[in-house]
């Protein structure tokens, strides 16, 4: 047995147990919980049976195990990429509107303030 069959598991139930803490604390939603939480077991499952990523590989085309899991990492982290500018776009377009609404705010208050 290789070593990170044993690494990849332990790390992914303290992954897990970590997830679980921070959505009793409100930190985390239930989905973000649920997402996570099969990622990891994914990983776990990779890990401990390295065939099974044969296997799906060849449902989807792929000739070997590793290509499919690197695909599906990059799958992944697009897909959290393209998640993230979306946040952080809206989070701008807040930020503008908030900002153009406290200097008209502002404005009014300073005309106000010198008669």
């Known amino acids: 047995?290789?070593?990170y069959a044993l690494i990849f598991p332990i790390i992914s139930v303290i992954a897990i147990i970590w997830f679980i803490t921070r959505y009793l604390k409100g930190k985390n939603s239930f989905a973000t919980v649920v997402l996570w939480s099969i990622f990891w077991i994914v990983v776990s499952l990779f890990a401990i049976f390295p065939d099974i990523s044969i296997t799906f590989?060849?449902?989807?085309?792929?000739?070997?195990g590793l290509d499919f899991i690197i695909i599906l990492v990059f799958v992944i982290l697009f897909y959290t990429i393209l998640k993230l500018y979306f946040i952080v776009d809206k989070m701008q377009n807040n930020l503008n509107t908030l900002v153009k609404e406290v200097a008209l705010n502002n404005e009014i208050n300073v005309d106000d303030e010198e008669e």
């Open 1 to 3: 047995m290789y070593l």
């Open 57 to 64: 590989a060849r449902l989807f085309g792929i000739t070997r």
